[in-house]
């Protein structure tokens, strides 16, 4: 359980700075102030850019949301897991 928690917790990582590039992206195509907004908030620039996109395009689960959905639950499983190892 604990190589799992391991793997889980690095692909939670690598998940999650591929969440953050792609925000930056995002940020990135409506120009500076927004990407440099995104580059120091990330937490708080995700939620908005998810919100945002979901105002433009009508649809709440797009990529950005998607992913980061599954994050939650990489890391929610990464934590059950490391909780298991310990006992």
């Known amino acids: 359980m604990k190589a799992l928690a391991g793997v889980l917790f ?6 999650g700075l591929g969440i ?5 992206y995002i940020a990135y195509l409506t ?10 908030f990330p937490f708080l ?7 945002h996109l979901w105002s433009i395009t ?6 950005l ?3 980061c959905i ?6 929610l499983a990464g ?4 909780a298991a190892a310990k006992d």
């Open 70 to 75: 599954v994050w939650v639950l990489v890391m």
């Open 79 to 82: 934590a059950g897991a490391a």
């Open 45 to 51: 620039a995700q939620i908005y850019w998810i919100f």
């Open 65 to 67: 949301t998607v992913l």
């Open 58 to 63: 009508g649809v709440f689960f797009h990529t």
């Open 10 to 15: 690095v692909g939670g990582w690598l998940l």
């Open 20 to 24: 953050y590039l792609l925000t930056l």
């Open 31 to 40: 120009g500076f102030v927004p990407m440099l907004l995104t580059l120091i």
